[in-house]
């Protein structure tokens, strides 16, 4: 499928769009967490950097997802046999990080 | 929008299902990569949770933090924390535009820039894997192995003090980055079979450029599970 000349330039402007999200997300998680170890070493703080580091790195997920694999462009019916079985992860995280804590309690029982 | 090239636009819902065209209007070969990605996202997946698992039963606070555990910079020496990875990274996004751009190229028919774009992939492929031979080196140079722990000197470099992490993290960095880094090798073998058929015109005689953009899906997954690396080891 040979582009448009004017599609081919709309292409190529989303991809480096992208690639300037990207960089610039990376560079704020790292300023940030630098950031974080130097002045807010031992704040309570430590779960909202924890989320906003997961929110940040599903947004660069979402760009490379989208416009670099160019899941965005297909049919959407191929996109949800795609993404739909993902969600079974969502349960895997939570059931598991779950049991870490049970596990972790459980040894300081033995241990005292 | 549509990247179908060999299939009959589907008048009605009805009929899409009942053979002789493709309803998602993408040939067989690529919707097959994407369902091997999807599959190969499960196993990473399990790596990266099992990893969460194991850390909240270690504890918080007697996990090693990464600013202390990577810290080094080649010639640079210590004191640089997640420097050189945010390299790494960088190196693999920029390798993953590189691929999107051969791909383009390719829909395009454009022999010339697919063998360029495809030419600063694989480079860049390269260049990331020095990079994590690199690390593991340096890591191991250090002391952390499979079967020996990961320590660091609390206050920093030449401080004295000396922190001894569990045997978990080693174990799990190395298998976790391991497989990925064996993706990215797997990788850039594809990648240079590829370039090799562009130079040689195998894809100009068949008058489609669909198998750069196969491998391309391939590299940009392994990109993408960089990222969720780099979140669960260097960042959290």
Redesign the interface.
């Known amino acids: ?3 448009s000349d004017q599609e ?1 330039q709309m ?2 402007a989303a ?2 769009r992208a ?1 300037i999200i ?2 610039v997300v ?2 704020v ?2 300023g940030i ?2 950031l974080y ?1 130097t002045f807010f070493h031992d704040s309570g703080f ?1 779960m909202a950097l ?1 989320i906003f ?2 929110l940040a ?1 599903l947004v ?2 979402y760009y ?2 989208a ?4 899941l965005k ?3 959407k ?2 996109a949800i046999t ?1 993404l739909m ?2 969600m079974f ?1 969502v349960w ?2 939570i059931a ?2 779950m ?3 049970s ?2 309690q459980m ?1 300081g029982y033995f241990h005292g | ?5 060999n299939t009959v636009q589907a008048n009605s819902e009805s009929n899409v299902w009942e053979g002789g065209q493709a ?4 040939k067989y070969g690529k ?1 097959m990569m ?2 091997f990605l ?1 599959s190969d ?2 196993t990473f ?2 790596f990266l ?2 990893y ?9 606070d007697i996990w090693p ?3 202390k555990v990577f810290e080094a910079f080649p010639l640079l020496g210590h004191g640089y ?2 420097l050189f990875v ?1 390299l790494m ?2 190196i693999l ?2 390798s ?2 590189f ?3 051969a ?2 190229e390719g ?3 454009n022999k010339k820039g697919v063998i360029l774009w495809l030419g600063f992939t694989i480079i860049g492929g390269i260049a990331f894997l020095s990079c994590q031979a690199w690390e593991w080196a340096h890591l191991i140079h250090n002391g952390m192995t499979m079967t020996s722990p990961i320590t660091y000197e609390i206050g920093g470099h030449g401080s004295g003090a000396v922190f001894v992490g569990p045997l978990a993290f080693g174990q799990l960095f190395f298998t976790i980055t391991g497989f990925h880094g064996f993706h990215v090798t797997t990788g850039v073998v594809i990648n240079i079979i590829v370039f090799l058929n562009v130079v040689f015109g195998t894809y100009e005689k068949k008058k489609n450029y669909d198998m750069v953009e196969k491998v391309g ?1 391939y590299w ?2 392994v ?2 599970v960089w ?2 690396v ?2 669960g080891f ?3």
């Not at chain 1, 416009?67 to 160019?70: L, N, R």
């Not at chain 2, 929008?1 to 090239?5: G, K």
């Not at chain 2, 309803?23 to 993408?26: E, Q, R």
């Open positions: 499928m040979i582009l081919y292409h190529k991809v480096w690639t990207l960089s990376t560079t998680e790292v967490a630098l170890d430590r924890a580091m997961i790195t660069k997920a490379i997802v416009v670099f694999m160019h462009y297909e049919r019916a191929m795609i079985p993902l992860l895997l995280l598991l990080l049991e870490g804590v596990w972790h040894l | 929008m549509t990247t179908a090239t309803p998602f209007g993408v919707l994407w369902y999807l996202a499960f997946a399990a949770i099992s969460g698992a194991i850390r909240y039963t270690v504890g918080q933090e990464p600013n924390p997640l945010s990274t960088f996004i920029l993953s535009v691929m999107v751009r791909v383009q829909h395009q028919m899906l940009h997954f990109d993408l990222v969720f780099f979140l260097y960042l959290l």
